[in-house]
């Protein structure tokens, strides 16, 4: 579920827009017509880029991204909370990275302790690779061998 965007908001946007290409078109015609009128050419040019930059404004509206990041994570959350309402087994550890790797851009998702992957899902190619059961040295070795290994910077022992 998205951030609920306010009528009025859209409206701004949609008009904002509206004008930068009627002032774009403008702009086109007086750089580009057979007559060269550079009051035209100065006024169509401001506005062109005055009504871009509201439109630009409204449309990047921080509250309104972090609203709608704020909910994402908050259904992540939820999802994850629904997936280990029986406890913290096995199981319920893949079935929270088999919520996570879809909603990341990671290459795989480890549950682990410092002797233990309780969980591991991968993408390898487009099929999924469950791993669990494998020893945190083997899980260690196979995440720092794929394309982005950032996840080795913290050790598994």
């Not at 078109?25 to 057979?34: E, K, Q, V, Y």
Request: with cysteine.
């Amino acid at each position: 579920m998205a951030y609920p965007r306010h009528n009025v908001t859209i409206v701004l946007e949609i008009a904002s827009l509206c004008m930068a290409l009627i002032c774009g078109c403008i702009l086109g015609w007086a750089m580009f017509g057979p007559d060269r009128n550079y009051l035209v050419l100065t006024i169509s040019g401001a506005l062109f880029t005055a009504f871009l930059l509201i439109t630009i404004a409204l449309i990047l509206d921080p509250d309104r991204i972090r609203a709608n990041q704020s909910m994402s994570v908050l259904n992540l959350a939820s999802a994850t909370l629904e997936a280990m309402q029986e406890g913290f087994t096995s199981e319920a550890a893949q079935k929270v990275c088999e919520i996570l790797l879809p909603s990341t851009s990671a290459c795989a998702v480890a549950i682990t302790d410092r002797e233990v992957v309780w969980a591991m899902l991968a993408l390898a190619g487009r099929s999924w690779v469950n791993w669990a059961g494998i020893s945190a040295r083997l899980a260690r070795s196979a995440l720092c061998r794929m394309a982005k290994p950032v996840c080795c910077a913290r050790s598994l022992k």
